[in-house]
């Protein structure tokens, strides 16, 4: 089974703080994405990555990087939280592109709380 | 434009009856696929089901089938004899054939009481 996983369910951060959100995955899988979910808004993706070391952003990336230096791992960083950042953070991957693009797999995501 | 519209924000049931979940979606491509997630309490999204635009045969798993319209623009869920463990927000998504990212809908929260 496809496995991926954050490094924390549950953060509380003090506003201003750097936050690192961590996701791993073991399926060897190019493709990975941060997603963030809000009540009345469904998932909106923050940036993704289909390489080691290649990132794009995704809708909305203001406030967020990534970082991606090993296959298996895909970091979301806030740089300075702010409380708008308060959300739940979805991480997840896939295999191959186009046609051969499958189903994402994701996390058990992470609820993050700025104070 | 990419867009996925789950117009029902929220749908309560009792456990046995029938619930069909919408899905209206937007593009201008002739290639894409549609999905559907299952969020349960644990927060985890849950696969259950990819379809491509050119593939508009209905299916049908155990208690869930899917009906695919392009004509409507539409994908909807249908849930048979809903069970407790239904209970769930669930996702509507668009992939556009040459991307990997998914366009998600706001979700629809069903709530099915015993």
């Known amino acids: 089974d496809v496995k991926v996983t954050q490094s924390s369910r549950y953060l509380v951060k003090r506003t201003g703080e750097k936050v690192f959100l961590e996701c791993v995955q073991d399926?060897?899988?190019?493709?990975m994405f941060w997603y963030r979910q809000d009540p009345g808004l469904g998932l909106r993706l923050i940036y993704f990555s289909y390489d080691v070391k290649m990132k794009e952003k995704g809708d909305i990336p203001e406030g967020y990087s990534v970082s991606r230096e090993k296959k298996e791992r895909f970091s979301l960083i806030l740089e300075s939280a702010s409380t708008n950042q308060t959300s739940m953070y979805l991480c997840?991957?896939?295999f191959g592109t186009g046609a051969r693009n499958t189903e994402a797999f994701f996390g058990q995501g992470t609820r993050l709380t700025v104070v | 434009a990419q867009k996925v519209t789950q117009a029902q924000t929220e749908i309560s049931v009792v456990e046995k009856e029938d619930v069909t979940l919408d899905c209206v979606y937007e593009t201008r491509d002739t290639t894409y696929y549609l999905f559907w997630y299952k969020q349960p309490p644990s927060g985890e999204l849950v696969f259950l089901i990819r379809?491509?635009?050119?593939?508009?045969q209905n299916e049908i798993s155990g208690r869930y089938s899917w009906n695919f319209q392009k004509s409507t623009s539409s994908f909807n869920f249908t849930i048979t004899a809903s069970q407790v463990v239904d209970s769930a927000v669930y996702f509507c998504a668009l992939r556009r054939y040459n991307t990997d990212k998914l366009i998600f809908g706001t979700g629809t929260r069903l709530q099915v009481f015993p």
């Open positions: 997840a991957s896939s």
């Open positions: 399926m060897d899988h190019e493709n």
């Open positions: 379809r491509n635009s050119f593939d508009e």
